[in-house]
C-alpha cells in the first residue's frame, strides 16, 4: 500500500503524537506534557504520513516571531514534533515532509524555517545551519565568589508563586526579546510552557519556584525559576540548585538574582543549563573553572526566502557584496544575489547578475544569520569561499552581531 502523506485531523491527534513518542523511544510523554502539547499543536501546520491505517510520520511546525540582528521579529516557522516510525526508516518519508513543510513556509510568505534538533546530523542536509549556542554551567558555590557591580544591593530579591508571577516575568521576557537575536516572542499559551512542572519529571528535586528581583523604582527587573534538589551523604548536605531559566533587564538585577542562588540554604552547587554563550555569570564568577561552562548546538535556523531574510536583519557595517548561493533542496534561493547595507539599519537584497565575491550554502548563510557565527570562521573551514580579496572580513563584520544569539526554551 502506497504512504499517504496528509494534513492532520484533530481526532487523530493522539495517534500521531504517540508516533512521535514511538519514534523517540517509546516512553510516553508525561500526561501533563502531552496535553501542553495538545493545546499548543496548530493542526493545519502539523502533517501525519500514513501506513493504512497507521501513522509512521509526523512533523509540525509553530507560528513564531523571531527577534533578528537589529531587534526585528521575523515571522518563522518554528519546525517540531518531528518523528519516523522505526519501520519506515529509509524510505523517504522524512524528506517528503521536509520537503512539503517548507513549501508552506514559503506559501505563508514566512522568510525563516527554525528548529532545534535530536540529532544535529540530520538537519544539515535540508539546509539548517547551527546559529545559537546554549552552555550549561556547574559552579561550585563552596569555591567560587560572586562579584556583584554597584546597585546590586538595591535591589529586592523576593519569592513569587511562579503562576501568580507569570505576568511579571512575560514583561520583563518580551523587553528582552529585542535585545537578543535568537529570542521568539511568546504567542499565547507559550507562558503555560515556560512553567508546566509535573511532578513526575521533577528527577527528586523540589517543585519549580521563582524569586522576582524589585528595582529600587519598584518594579520588577527580573526573575529567576528554579528548582532545589536536596541531596545528602555521611558528612552532610549535598544539595543542588537548578536553574530553569533567569532574566533580567540591568547589570544589578542579573547580579542580585545569581546571588540569591548561590546562598540558598544547603546547596552547594548551582546547575544552569541553556544560557547564552555570553552570560555576564562568567564575569560575575571568581572561577571560570569550578564554574565548568560548556557549549552544545541549540537553534538552527534555515533562509527559506533568501532576500526577505537578509533584508530584515540589520548588519553593524556598511556593506555591499554579491553572494552566490547554494540552495538544491530549495531552488528558489539559488544563485547570486546582492545585498546592500548602510550599517545604520537599512539594507536590500536583489537578484543580480554581477560576478559573485563570496559563493556559499544556504546552510552556512543560516549558521552566520544571527550574528553569532563569523563568516571568517566558515571560510577557515573551507565552507565559505572568498572570490574577491577581503570580502569575506568585510562580510563578517557587518553579519556580527553585539550580543551572542540565544534560544531561552525549546519547542
Known amino acids: 500500500m502506497a504512504l499517504e502523506m496528509r494534513v492532520l ?3 487523530e491527534w493522539d495517534v500521531w503524537f504517540g508516533q512521535l513518542e514511538l519514534a523517540f523511544g517509546g516512553v510516553p510523554e508525561l500526561a501533563q506534557g502531552r496535553e ?4 499548543l499543536t496548530e493542526p493545519d501546520r502539523s502533517l501525519g504520513v500514513w501506513d493504512g491505517g497507521q501513522c509512521v510520520g509526523s512533523a509540525s511546525a509553530f507560528t513564531f516571531r523571531l527577534s533578528v540582528p537589529g531587534g526585528a521579529l521575523v515571522p518563522a516557522a518554528g519546525v517540531t514534533m518531528v518523528g519516523v516510525s522505526p519501520t519506515h526508516r529509509r524510505r523517504g518519508v522524512l524528506r517528503s515532509m521536509m520537503r512539503r513543510l517548507l513549501d508552506d513556509v514559503r506559501a505563508a510568505g514566512e522568510p525563516l524555517a527554525v528548529l532545534t534538533a535530536s540529532d544535529p546530523a540530520i538537519y544539515g542536509r535540508f539546509g539548517y545551519g547551527t546559529a545559537a549556542y546554549a552552555m550549561a554551567v556547574e559552579i561550585d558555590t563552596a569555591r567560587v565568589r560572586l562579584s556583584v557591580p554597584p546597585g546590586t544591593d538595591e535591589v529586592a530579591v523576593r519569592l513569587a508563586d511562579p503562576e501568580k508571577a507569570l505576568p511579571d516575568c512575560e514583561r520583563v521576557y518580551a523587553e528582552l526579546v529585542a535585545r537578543r537575536p535568537g529570542m521568539p516572542a511568546r504567542r499565547p499559551g507559550w507562558d503555560r510552557f515556560v512553567v508546566s512542572d509535573p511532578p513526575e519529571g521533577r528527577d527528586g528535586a ?22 532545589v534538589k536536596p541531596e545528602w551523604d555521611y558528612s552532610g548536605s549535598e544539595g543542588k540548585v537548578e536553574v530553569v531559566d533567569l532574566d533580567a533587564l540591568d547589570p544589578a538585577a542579573t547580579a542580585a538574582l545569581w546571588r540569591y542562588l548561590f546562598g540558598i540554604d544547603l546547596t552547594w552547587t548551582v546547575r544552569a543549563g541553556r544560557r547564552p ?10 572561577d571560570v573553572r569550578r564554574s565548568k561552562p560548556s557549549v552544545r548546538d541549540s537553534l538552527h535556523v534555515r533562509l527559506v526566502d533568501v532576500a526577505a531574510a537578509l533584508t530584515a536583519r540589520t548588519y553593524a ?14 531552488p528558489w534561493n539559488e544563485g547570486r544575489w546582492r545585498l546592500v547595507a548602510d550599517g545604520a539599519g537599512s539594507a536590500v537584497c536583489t537578484r543580480t547578475a554581477e560576478p559573485a565575491d563570496l559563493e556559499l550554502s544556504v546552510r552556512e548563510l543560516g549558521s552566520a544569520y ?6 571568517t570562521s566558515l571560510a577557515a573551514a573551507g565552507l565559505v569561499r572568498e572570490l574577491r580579496p577581503g570580502a569575506v572580513v568585510r562580510a563578517s563584520r557587518a553579519f556580527a552581531g553585539d550580543v551572542a544569539p540565544w534560544l531561552p526554551h525549546g519547542f
Open 317 to 330: 557595517a556598511p556593506l555591499d557584496v554579491v553572494l552566490e548561493v547554494e540552495d538544491a533542496f530549495c
Open 9 to 11: 485531523q484533530w481526532d
Open 370 to 375: 544571527l550574528g553569532g557565527t563569523a563568516l
Open 277 to 286: 554563550v555570553d552570560d555576564p555569570v562568567l564575569h560575575l564568577v571568581s
Open 206 to 227: 523540589s517543585p519549580l519556584q521563582c524569586v522576582l528581583a524589585e528595582g529600587p523604582d519598584g518594579e520588577i527587573a527580573g526573575y529567576a525559576r528554579y528548582r
Open 36 to 39: 501542553l502539547y495538545r493545546s
